[in-house]
């Protein structure tokens, strides 16, 4: 699990509006790519510096800039000049520690949400950030590095197949963040799954390990809740329609994409309330093996510390002991002994301990 | 009890708006019923296919459709381009992992419910979606199988009992509300019973079957609560009749609704909280016995470990143990073990322990 | 404790507004009283037949018409024909297991409560539901079976004592909650001594029983607060004077009970989280018992085992063993004995466990 | 503590707006003290009765009027006849387990509010029921028994130190309001100190005493909760200051008055964070000191009952044991012996049990 | 720690608006620091007399005097009549205990926030008191003691870097909360990295230490948690922009300070959700640890209790025992023995205790 807290402290001092990249340092050239569209026409290409993208902004048509890499501060800086961003705004989305949020600057929209994946790697779910501007006729999306999360949304595009290439950006923006959202579903299916095995496991043979792996999973939970209940609200504030970029006509798909989030949310409270009873379930099992082993060595004890005893008697060198002379004393006492032995397990048998 | 979730990565890419059926495959033919009455007039028929349907709608009466089965998709389809629905609505009819919302669409009113039932065969609770479009003069009722729970309305409308042939859409509506809404009362009494049930043996003689019976309850209730909550916020939106569909006359009968969406989640809650202390008695009961397995271990061994320990010193092999040639000294010995073991079953009646 | 769910399933499937008696079948008849009251006069009588309390309908004193006993449909069925009330107000008569609510039909003001008693056969609270409507110039009331939770109110009446005839049906009504919510006080007094024994038991002398208590009293509070908690909103909704029904000058007093509303839920939830912090003391006291029995067994073992294992050395048959042979031998090893024993007794006085 | 409720069946039944004192009963009289003033002037008495106070209300000065025991009913009586209060007003006085609140009368307002003491010789906190009541230009004050909280007031009021001459009855009441809210400090300075001990014994020397304690303290912390949350809320009602009595240069105070009361509960709840934590601590200590008592024991049977059966071996009366015969056979078995008990000691080293 | 509740009791009884310093005795003299600006000029100087700042203030340029030191009250009283504040707001910048919280004062703003700072020497959090009040051409701060948090800003302005020196007093104000604020985020990381340290620890190596560790960090995040939240609720008071004194294009400015509260709440409520977390892994792994040397000690007891009876039968000394005088009854029995033993370990084996 990625750690719940990001490095700001490098931020700590400077002048707010300073962009500055948090995350870990990356070599790879941050690859921006450029689809064009409207009803009629498509153009799509992969732009070798940011410069490329400035003329779209002229034409009426729909213009969808995606920038894969966020670690070269001075592309997101270049962007935020030509079009005309708050620096507040270019400080979110390089500060990848950032609370997902929406903002509406009059002329153009930002959101920035979470985009979650499980690193089969690490055998572990991470986040990365994705920020989204959309305006009147350009739609800018960022992320920290190239995942295929929005390519059903190209191939629609290219296809023209769906109504994306009749709508405007607002209809692109909500694209792209159905995209996110409904990805949070795979995930939650994954962990939905692991957590059925542990619960199988539980039942039918807890170990410590059962334990750590209900703790990481109550932590994995904790990690996808902190990403998106916040985007409930973004969402929220999107589909009650006060921004004027937002057609009414889109309104029911922000509407849609909320419903979904609600569901996610949900469903993670669920999966807590199960973990945390899971713990329980847990808990008493190891009582209860203890109480299994406390009940052998009290059966054991109980049957043959008294034995030993009388063997113990008879075990004395005392001179003048009647019963050590006699004929069937032995096999009196080894008769003696098995009959408290026997009434001891019956006793048992009683208690239901056997 | 049904999984939390429900696969929905069959879905993920797809434009927004298409209808994916999520469930599993059924080979059954989907079966569609009309019944179209007024105050004076009642007709019932089963349709072979969609389109007898269609010539319904153009009269005033009151036109009832309901389809049995969901996974036919192109039914659907007809249905919405005949009706003119949004697309997004087929799509949530056919998503059986909805979560029960209600929406606004001017012409026609969407809801969808969650019914449930108690499959004997799998011991277990079970969810079905129903979706119920009402509009002026046409109400659809989708349902995932054929399920009897409208029945009795549907009786009600042949012999004309109550006030049903009386009113509109709205009413009927609300019938369809009222009859699932209805029958979550009679899953909770099952669920309490059993509840019941597992608390009498929980005090009576709790085994870790107790515990599973338990958390089996606890799951179930997480799994009602995802069901009926949302139901609530369903219930209330029409009941404020903002719409122009719900006649001010009706809206007490959804007053009713909500009513009883109320009592059931208050029930819930009260039987989440019932569970939890019933856990909480099962954790100590396990305590509980240990301390008894625990006092008659120590019991013994407090009584023998001594005795034998004098025992042990009169088996020693010295030489010059005066006691050993005593006349009295192993009668002597005997009473002094004698007098120890009733010392010491009397210090443990003082403490309580026997 | 009644059940927490009442059985409806004698109700699923008939049209809405269908009163249906679902409480225990009763022998008894019905108990009809009539109160008819304004400054100057006042009347009283019981009425043999439903039909002798009409007249007093047209009259503009304050008719207080009392029905002890709710399992005769017909009887309700006529007041409601009588009075012109709403079917579904009839079917909430009836139907015991009614959450608390009001309801404004602008003709009358209708409100449901619970009345608690303590069943000292059974040893536990028991709720009856008691239905109150009040119009312009009458008021009727509805209970389960005959209870003198409202005699001091005729008493008032019959005597002209406090302000009540000079006041409206809206103080009548008030007068009738009031005795409800002032009898919640006397259960949770109850309840309190009830709980604090527990407590002086639990710190006294814990016993599984005391654990049963705990649990008991725990499900009485949910069983209060399933009761008492809508209520506060009942109480408030009439409050807040929306109605034309209730005088300004009543308003005051619908606040106070208001108030014991929310003093008698603040008390349940303090009785709540006094219960669950007994819930643990007893846990708690559980392991420390435990702890104690696990004491007296290691101290025995530990100083009994050692002594043991020397006698048992002693009590070898080698023949080479020069001990054996020696002529203080034997006085040495219990001296050696003695020794250990001692310094074991104090080591554990050190560790304070002695 | 005192009971988390107070006896009201005394009041049951009665007339609502009877004035019944259900406190203890006392033998003292009832004092009452008047003072006089405004900027120029003033003046203080006690009055032998309380028609001495009458005649003070004509004048336009602030009067204070101080009434220290309320169970002498008639004086609450004659004060409410003459200052024409409301009859629920003043049963609301007299009843000690009323809930703190605020009630607007136009001519005056209502304040009830519940003054916490420590009472050293029962050790435990207490709480006594303070009423305030301020017109125009009159403040009245009820309190329980004399305390001397309102005694830096009278002070003030006496040498004209800060604005209080200056101000009118809206200052006043304030004055006592803060008094009452600032000694909350005091009471959780107190618990806090206590807390913090018993907090230290935790982790030094835990006992059941401690737990005593911790079950102490959340019960305390439980009452004060009772007394002080409620006292937010009438607070919030004053600074909202939409009475004419309370002039808006007056709000600020009534607002510092507000934050107290929210940092009093601030802390209150971190109280019972802290003390929910500690019972946490206490119940793992208790499992810890177990497993120091299992290990004992556990280290003594492991390395003296396989020694004990070694001895038991050699003790055994065969007649063709080569061993016993040997020279050296005792002193080998001695070394033998030792090699196990040695190797025991290192094994529990190894794993850390001692 | 700090303690949670700072000694108030010096302060009872006093007239309000009495500023009371109720921190530590301090002998250090109090510095005051005066920066002067506009976009074009800029002063700096450090005034031995609070007098000095006055001229200031006439001046249209932004003046901020900051007053590092709070423990003379001579010095607070001279600036509150110079600048015309309310003596509560006096009272309150002195009394360290305060809540955050924010106050419009018309001609002023009046904030007081929570520094955080993590103490090297006494290895805990520490928390200083720091209020800002913000007028149209001023700021003035108060610190408890001297601290470098504002640096950064005063080498902002000295260097004009970013864009504080073309914005006004309420964009300073702003920094200075901003700087506070982003601080949270350096504490919140060192407790985070402590809190993973921990966590690892806790499934490395549980021991009591580590629950210590788990309690004191829950504390701190307790301590946080009172810090933080009101401060939320003081910058959104803000940030909602009704105050004239604040532009409105300094509102997204207090907008990401606002964001920067609620992700540090966010946090918080993470860290405390897993230590709760942490603190059930302890527990458990204390139970499980009970259970392996409860395992060890039934292992060595149930093996070897038997043999040594066997052991003892033939330490008997009946004349008439058989076997004892068999050529191969030593061997026969110790071959039983080492069966018996052998069958105890494969039965141990197939439970998993070995």
């Given at each position: 699990?990625?750690r719940?807290?990001?490095?700001?402290?490098k931020?700590?001092g400077?002048?707010p509006?300073?962009?500055?990249?948090?995350?870990?340092k990356?070599a790879?050239?941050?690859?921006?790519?450029?689809i064009?569209?409207?009803?009629?026409?498509?153009?799509?290409?992969?732009?070798k510096t940011?410069?490329?993208?400035?003329p779209?902004e002229?034409?009426?048509?729909?213009?969808w800039?995606?920038v894969?890499?966020?670690?070269?501060?001075?592309?997101?800086?270049?962007?935020?000049?030509?079009?005309?961003?708050?620096s507040l705004?270019l400080?979110?989305?390089?500060?990848?520690?950032?609370?997902?949020k929406t903002?509406?600057?009059?002329?153009?929209?930002?959101?920035?949400l979470?985009m979650?994946?499980?690193?089969?790697?690490?055998?572990?779910?991470?986040?990365?950030?994705?920020?989204?501007?959309?305006?009147?006729?350009?739609?800018?999306?960022?992320?920290?590095s190239?995942?295929?999360?929005?390519?059903?949304?190209r191939?629609r595009?290219?296809?023209?197949?769906g109504r994306?290439?009749?709508?405007?950006?607002?209809?692109?923006?909500?694209?792209?963040?159905?995209?996110?959202?409904?990805?949070?579903f795979?995930?939650?299916?994954k962990?939905?799954?692991k957590?059925?095995?542990?619960e199988?496991?539980?039942?039918?043979?807890?170990t410590?390990?059962?334990?750590?792996?209900?703790h990481?999973?109550?932590?994995?939970?904790?990690f996808?809740r902190?990403s998106?209940?916040?985007?409930?609200?973004?969402v929220?504030?999107l589909e009650?329609?006060?921004?004027?970029?937002?057609?009414?006509?889109?309104?029911?798909?922000f509407?849609?994409?909320?419903?979904?989030?609600?569901?996610?949310?949900?469903?993670?409270?669920?999966?807590?309330?199960?973990?945390s009873g899971?713990?329980?379930?847990?808990?008493?099992?190891?009582?209860?093996?203890?109480?299994?082993?406390?009940?052998?060595?009290t059966?054991i004890?109980?049957?043959?510390?008294?034995?030993?005893?009388?063997?113990?008697?008879?075990?004395?060198?005392f001179?003048?002991?009647l019963?050590?002379?006699?004929?069937?004393?032995?096999?009196?006492?080894l008769?003696?002994?098995?009959i408290i032995?026997?009434?001891?397990?019956?006793?048992?048998?009683?208690?239901?301990?056997?």
């Open positions: 699990m990625p719940i807290i990001k490095k700001r402290s931020k700590v400077l002048p509006g300073t962009p500055v990249y948090i995350g870990e990356k790879e050239k941050v690859r921006i790519t450029i064009d569209y409207d009803e009629a026409q498509f153009q799509e290409k992969e732009a940011i410069e490329e993208c400035f779209f002229d034409k009426p048509t729909v213009t800039i995606n894969d890499g966020i670690h070269q501060i001075d592309i997101i800086e270049k962007i935020g000049r030509h079009f005309n961003l708050h705004l400080e979110d989305i390089v500060n990848t520690g950032q609370r997902p903002e509406d600057f009059e002329d153009y929209i930002f959101v920035v979470k979650l994946y499980y690193d089969e790697k690490d055998n572990e779910i991470k986040a990365e950030q994705v920020s989204i501007i959309f305006g009147s006729n350009f739609v800018i999306s960022f992320q920290e190239e995942r295929d999360v929005f390519n059903p949304i191939e595009i290219r296809n023209g197949k994306i290439r009749k709508m405007g950006t607002d209809y692109l923006g909500y694209s792209l963040m159905d995209a996110i959202v409904d990805n949070y795979i995930i939650l299916e962990l939905g799954e957590i059925d095995d542990t199988e496991e539980l039942f039918a043979n807890p410590p390990e059962t334990l750590q792996e209900i990481k999973s109550k932590k994995e939970m904790m996808l902190k998106v209940w916040p985007s409930r609200e973004v929220s504030v009650r329609g006060e921004s004027s970029l937002i057609r009414e006509s889109t309104g029911i798909y509407r849609d994409v909320y419903d979904h989030t609600i569901q996610i949310i949900d469903t993670i409270e669920t999966f807590r309330d199960m973990l899971m713990l329980d379930i847990y808990l008493s099992s190891v009582s209860n093996k203890m109480n299994e082993v406390m009940k052998v060595l059966i004890a109980t049957i043959f510390i008294p034995l030993t005893f009388i063997a113990g008697i008879y075990g004395m060198n001179r003048y002991m019963e050590v002379g006699w004929r069937w004393g032995y096999f009196a006492v008769c003696v002994m098995l032995g026997i009434g001891m397990v019956i006793h048992f048998r009683k208690k239901k301990w056997l």
